[in-house]
């Protein structure tokens, strides 16, 4: 089980907007650490999509946004598009663990 | 153009090493801190280890610790991960990344290898 946690899947239609929701505690998210989002289709190289909350690094579209409140962060994504059909993960930092933590990643389909 | 390769993975039987290598390419390497993050079948990701970009620190998740272990040259702009007492658990594919920073707990991986993948069988 994950520090973080991440609905398994989220669905929308072409053009609509999805949020993904990533839930941590006062160990990570609520200890004030960082969240950063990360667009991962298996078998190819991961890409950073949101660091430091909601900072996009340049060539992220800005359909792509972040977001932070207490012990939770969420990735919004507006109109939604084919190839935006991957998965993501949140990630942090644990000061529990003293490690960086993930989460267990949010498959998103476009119907 | 930054690039990481990461390669050095393959077949291997329980208990045996292996040495991964991630070579770096376009831009600053000794001023950054590096990672090796993993994701095995069908899992999410798991982070293994960090190293500063003086090479002076090291972290590992719990559940490599002791197994694995982490260094870099900065004059060649390659990081490792000694891999040693290998179990079938430690089957996944093996990616480096760089930090934006130079460790710090709150830096994001900005750049990613494309992986290499460790099997752990018998």
């Known amino acids: 089980q994950s520090v973080l946690t991440q609905p398994p899947s989220v669905s929308g239609a072409p053009g609509q907007r999805v949020t993904i929701s990533c839930t941590g505690s006062y160990f990570n998210i609520g200890a004030g650490y960082d969240v950063h989002w990360y667009q991962h289709l298996p078998g190819t190289t991961p890409k950073l999509l949101i660091f430091g909350n909601s900072n996009r690094p340049s060539g992220v579209p800005d359909r792509f946004s972040g977001s932070k409140s207490g012990i939770s962060a969420s990735l919004a994504i507006s109109g939604l598009q084919a190839e935006d059909e991957t998965d993501y993960y949140c990630q942090s930092y644990d000061s529990s663990l003293s490690g960086w933590v993930f989460g267990g990643g949010t498959k998103l389909i476009v119907l | 153009q930054v690039h990481l390769v990461d390669s050095g993975g393959g077949v291997v039987q329980p208990g045996r090493s292996l040495r991964l290598s991630c070579a770096a390419s376009g831009f600053t390497f000794s001023r950054y801190g590096m990672h090796w993050v993993r994701q095995a079948p069908d899992k999410g990701l798991e982070w293994v280890a960090l190293?500063?970009?003086?090479?002076?620190?090291?972290f590992y998740a719990d559940s490599v610790k002791g197994r694995f272990t982490i260094s870099r040259d900065n004059s060649k702009n390659t990081v490792f991960l000694q891999m040693n007492s290998l179990r079938a658990d430690d089957t996944a594919v093996y990616h480096c990344?760089?930090?934006?920073?130079?460790?710090?707990?709150?830096?994001?991986?900005?750049?990613w290898g494309r992986g290499t993948m460790v099997t752990v069988s018998s």
């Open positions: 190293i500063w970009s003086d090479g002076t620190s090291k």
């Open positions: 990344a760089k930090t934006l920073g130079g460790g710090n707990p709150g830096d994001a991986f900005d750049i």
